[in-house]
């Protein structure tokens, strides 16, 4: 069970939009930057989003990110069948007497 | 650009130690700018962090791995490396290793090893 939950999978038509959820709590989300990773298949994950909403030099402007409070939220709009992967958001985490990284469980985005 | 590049034993036998080496180009392993990290992605699961070094030997380990795990620098081949000891089937898996930034976020990745644990 992943301290940080997403949904298992999300699903929209091509040309439309999508946002996919990261919940957490205070002792990660709440206090720390939240990055989000896409994982095509048979690849390794790919940066997308980190500082919450900052993209890292050739991500396009579909893919936006936000936090509010112990959530995070990645946004992709114009969907292309392209998008089709694995998304992950991750942070740190500072329970268990010990600083250590989180992911979410992984969110199956298909473009129907 | 900085490029990873994961090497090892794709086959450790139940009881035994994985050991892993991470090869960095394109960059200095002691820059300072990054510290290194290993995380793992049993077949169709989710990303485990395992753990992260710095340069100068400061690590920080996954609290469900800490017991087993030991993560070095070799800053003369730019290189960090895991090892993972008294593997069980769990511990199969592929075995990433990346480049965390100072503020958190993975940004450079390796192309993943897998490691099997098999008698």
């Known amino acids: 069970q992943s301290v940080l939950t997403q949904p298992p999978s999300v699903s929209a038509a091509p040309g439309q939009k999508v946002t996919i959820s990261c919940s957490g709590s205070s002792s990660n989300i709440g206090n720390n930057y939240v990055s989000w990773y896409q994982q095509l298949p048979g690849t390794a994950p790919k940066l997308l989003i980190y500082d919450n909403n900052k993209r890292p030099s050739g991500i396009p402007d579909r893919f936006s990110g936000s936090k509010s409070g112990t959530s995070a939220t990645l946004g992709i709009t114009g969907l292309q069948t392209g998008d089709e992967a694995d998304y992950y958001c991750g942070t740190w985490d500072s329970s268990l007497s010990a600083l250590h990284w989180v992911f979410g469980g992984g969110t199956k985005l298909t473009v129907l | 650009q900085v490029q990873l590049q994961e090497s090892g034993p794709g086959l450790v036998k139940p009881s035994q130690t994985l050991s892993l080496t991470c090869t960095v180009s394109g960059g200095s392993i002691s820059s300072g700018s990054y510290y290194w990290s290993w995380i793992r992605q049993p077949a169709g699961k989710g990303l485990e962090w395992i753990g992260r070094?710095?340069?100068?030997?400061?690590?920080n380990y996954n609290p469900s791995l800490k017991s087993r795990v030991t993560i070095s620098v070799d800053t003369s081949k730019n290189q960090f490396s895991l090892k993972l000891s008294s593997v069980t089937a769990a511990d199969t898996a592929v075995y990433y290793c990346?480049?965390?930034?100072?503020?958190?976020?993975?940004?450079?990745w390796g192309q993943g090893t897998l490691v099997t644990v098999s008698s």
């Open positions: 070094i710095y340069t100068s030997g400061s690590t």
């Open positions: 990346a480049s965390l930034q100072m503020g958190g976020a993975f940004d450079y």
